[in-house]
């Protein structure tokens, strides 16, 4: 039996500071979805919201939240929160629910308004919460976990800063073309090395923002498609697996990792084997692929991606990058939409941009970043605790 | 010797003597590490354990990497003294326990001598100092060749 699901409209408001109500975000892009799938809003039988922590209740119900602002019309629900990988579990959860024939059309919604600055946890006094003790114990951030791959990297494998800043570069290049990224700018070298150090050896322009954003997909079941005439992009696998014990690699927020005395550690290490599980789903391999959108919360950490997605050999990302072939134009094309260099994190959207990328590429729709004969493509990204996240989608 | 009253920042996760070790816990059936300590049930798929010894991990082990930080961490980071200072966070890798720890680098150890691969022991330091008490915390230093 074929799992694909079609993805018959995308839709996104431009990411940014906007500091208005991220509802009014996810509206905007909910009605670009629709008209670009051409349905209405009573077509939608199910609404998946992939939540923000970061507005209340209503982020916490955001399937709820979108379907009260757009009408209620008594659709079915549901709200999702993984971290950053929520959109992807938004995304997973409509293509479940079509493919048991619980509906046949679901919009798939995340968007985020978000604080300045480093993400905190919450608030009190929080003794049995490893994100809250990671701060006290040792101020452990986000970005010490970027930092401390990037530093392995160039230890193990003879990374530069000049790899990390090219990256940058290079993803601030296609950003510049992409109307709904953030960031429209195009760096120097150098202006990213000259840029100020916060961990070590990761600069500001190498580590993402937080944004304002919103992403929607509509999928529906690949008969509806046909019924409409459409001859959709599929979405032809989404990954949402655990690690497998031990966990060897560090996640964050956790200040260890699994000890493996007892079990030897797993053939593929966690985000390989998401990617594997994608492939493995849509009979698929990283030879089929024409392009990927990687969660390069800092620059370095998409070279971590290159081998976690086999798109080369471990330890060989610096070359990969160094021959261009990331680059549009390139043999594999890595961050078309200009990743969250150009974007800046908005976290439950953000799984969801991805895969309107790839739409986009696979209709030929991308304009000026366009991806020559793009066939397939796949998105990874990672939330907390061993939350990650890949999906497939092809012609 | 100072005479500020020291306390941990964090009850029964380090000793505090002159070889100062973690504490960690371990699966009395299958064997496994764990630290923080594991005390209800083994993260072990396979392995339906809930006993656990209390037991010390092993103080040396081998950095597996590292960052400076610049930039003051939001609450509930604390500041050692009025001004921020950046610090090191550095992972070791513990041969015996197959396990990689976090810590900050210990106040007189340099960061510029890092590298992966090299030996770190465990020391306990200051990490802020609060109401006339020092909180105490585990650091990692390159150990003394």
Redesign the interface.
């Given at each position: 039996m074929s799992h694909d699901v079609a993805i018959l409209g995308v839709g996104m408001h431009q990411w940014g500071k906007w500091g208005k109500n991220f509802v009014e975000y996810g509206l905007k892009a909910t009605q670009d979805a629709l008209k670009d799938a051409g349905l209405e809003w009573r077509d939608i039988q199910l609404i998946a919201g992939a939540e923000t922590v970061r507005n209340g209740y209503p982020g916490y119900v955001a399937g709820a939240t979108f379907a009260e602002a757009m009408g209620w019309t008594g659709a079915r629900i549901s709200s999702s929160y993984a971290a950053c990988a929520s959109g992807a579990q938004a995304i997973n959860d409509a293509r479940a629910q079509i493919l048991a024939g619980f509906c046949d059309v679901a919009l798939v919604i995340g968007a985020d308004t978000t604080p300045k600055g480093f993400l905190a946890p919450n608030a009190g006094e929080r003794w049995n919460d490893p994100d809250w003790l990671r701060f006290r114990l040792m101020g452990c951030t986000n970005p010490t976990y970027f930092a401390l791959a990037a530093r392995r990297r160039m230890d193990v494998y003879g990374a530069t800063e000049e790899d990390f800043a090219a990256v940058k570069v290079k993803n601030a290049r296609h950003g510049m073309a992409n109307p709904y990224a953030r960031y429209h700018k195009e760096f120097t070298l150098q202006q990213v090395l000259e840029s100020p150090m916060v961990a070590d050896p990761l600069r500001l322009f190498e580590i993402c923002a937080t944004s304002d954003g919103a992403a929607a997909v509509i999928l529906t079941s690949m008969e509806f498609a046909k019924s409409r005439n459409v001859d959709p992009v599929k979405v032809r696998a989404v990954a949402t697996t655990t690690p497998t014990f031990p966990c060897t690699t560090l996640e964050m927020p956790n200040i260890s990792t699994d000890s493996a005395v007892a079990v030897s550690e797993p053939t593929r290490p966690f985000k390989a084997s998401i990617a594997h599980d994608a492939y493995e789903e849509a009979g698929l391999g990283p030879d089929d692929m024409s392009l990927a959108e990687v969660y390069d919360l800092s620059s370095a950490l998409e070279l971590d991606w290159y081998e976690n997605l086999g798109l080369c050999a471990e330890g060989e990302a610096e070359k990969l990058l160094r021959d261009g072939d990331t680059r549009i134009g390139g043999r594999i094309p890595v961050n078309t939409s200009g990743g969250l260099a150009s974007f800046g994190e908005a976290v439950p959207a953000q799984a969801v941009a991805q895969v309107c990328e790839l739409t986009w590429q696979l209709r030929g729709d991308a304009g000026d970043r366009q991806v020559k004969g793009a066939t397939a493509g796949i998105t990874a990204n990672i939330g907390l605790f061993g939350h990650g996240s890949s999906v497939i989608c092809s012609k | 010797m100072s005479t500020t009253p020291t306390a941990p920042?964090?009850e029964d996760w380090f000793s505090h003597d002159p070889e100062p070790h973690l504490i960690g816990t371990r699966?009395k059936q299958?064997?496994?590490?764990?630290?923080?300590k594991q005390t209800s049930f083994c993260?072990?798929?396979?392995?339906f354990s809930s006993d656990f010894d209390e037991v010390p991990l092993s103080r040396t082990g081998k950095v597996?990497?590292?960052?400076?930080?610049?930039?003051q961490?939001?609450?509930?980071?604390?500041t050692d003294g009025e001004e921020f200072e950046p610090?090191t966070?550095v992972?070791v890798e513990l041969e015996?326990?197959?396990?990689?720890?976090?810590?900050?680098l210990a106040a007189d150890a340099s960061?510029e001598d890092l590298?992966?691969?090299i030996e770190m022991e465990l020391v306990i330091e200051k990490?802020y100092h609060r109401d006339g008490t020092d909180y105490m915390?585990w650091k990692w230093k390159p150990t003394a060749s």
């Open positions: - | 920042v964090i699966c299958c064997a496994t590490y764990y630290f923080p993260r072990n798929p396979d392995c597996w990497s590292y960052t400076k930080h610049f930039y961490p939001p609450e509930p980071f604390i610090y966070i992972g015996a326990e197959k396990m990689m720890v976090l810590g900050q960061f590298k992966a691969g990490l915390i």
